[in-house]
T-cell receptor, first 116, second 116 residues
Framework: AQSVTQLDSQVPVFEEAPVELRCNYS??????LFWYVQYPNQGLQLLLK??????LVKGINGFEAEFNKSQTSFHLRKPSVHISDTAEYFC??????????????FGIGTKLQVIP | NAGVTQTPKFQVLKTGQSMTLQCAQD?????MSWYRQDPGMGLRLIHY???????DQGEVPNGYNVSRSTTEDFPLRLLSAAPSQTSVYFC???????????????FGPGTRLTVL
């Protein structure tokens, strides 16, 4: 069975500082990896995803993540955060499920608080 | 496109009452899912569907029913509400394997349910 561990439940960071949100996964098969963002009182939206190919993945709003197979990690980074990046970030992994459905397992989320 | 829509946005129920959470999508996606989001637990899959007439259970199906009579609609029924079902409920849809944006889930804005 697959699982996702987000190591930090909350990350405070000053505006314009860099940030890294950590994610580790476990799976017995090849995985697809995702980061979703949830702004207050909204649904989740895709930030970026890794399916195959280059291990450095660039997403929206200046975020990027690096897939590291040997360390089973998929950490999210941004070199300079803005107030508008304040949100909850979810790491997720998917695997084939019954009926062709890809079951997505989500981490518990990391709340990023950007301090002015 | 409206994307994924959910109604109502908020609902308060008394223990034992029943209700239906509505979900609709206009992207012609085959796959649809229901999740619940609880603090410190991330998102957990309740039920999912791989097409009209086909549904199956996720991780936490007890107390919930679903049906999928059309591609567009995927309602979630609470049979006899319990305080443990107080949560935020998200509907999501995704294209099947081989379609565009494979594996990306598109989320609705959520329904915040309180059971007293």
């Amino acid at each position: 069975a697959q699982s996702v561990t987000q190591l930090d439940s909350q990350v405070p960071v000053f505006e314009e500082a860099p940030v890294e949100l950590r994610c580790n996964y476990s799976s017995s098969v090849s995985v697809y990896l995702f980061w979703y963002v949830q702004y207050p009182n909204q649904g989740l939206q895709l930030l970026l995803k890794y399916l195959s190919g280059s291990t450095l993945v660039k997403g929206i709003n200046g975020f990027e993540a690096e897939f590291n197979k040997s360390q089973t990690s998929f950490h999210l980074r941004k070199p300079s955060v803005h107030i508008s990046d304040t949100a909850e970030y979810f790491c997720a992994v998917s695997e084939p499920f019954s009926g062709g459905y890809q079951k997505v397992t989500f981490g518990i989320g990391t709340k990023l608080q950007v301090i002015p | 496109n409206a994307g994924v829509t959910q109604t109502p946005k908020f609902q308060v129920l008394k223990t034992g009452q029943s209700m239906t959470l509505q979900c609709a999508q206009d992207m012609n996606h085959e796959y649809m899912s229901w999740y619940r989001q609880d603090p410190g637990m991330g998102l957990r899959l309740i039920h999912y569907s791989v097409g009209a007439g086909i549904t199956d259970q996720g991780e936490v199906p007890n107390g919930y029913n679903v049906s999928r009579s059309t591609t567009e609609d995927f309602p979630l029924r609470l049979l006899s509400a319990a305080p443990s079902q107080t949560s935020v409920y998200f509907c999501a849809s995704s294209p099947p394997l081989g379609g565009g944006d494979t594996d990306t889930q598109y989320f609705g804005p959520g329904t915040r349910l309180t059971v007293l």
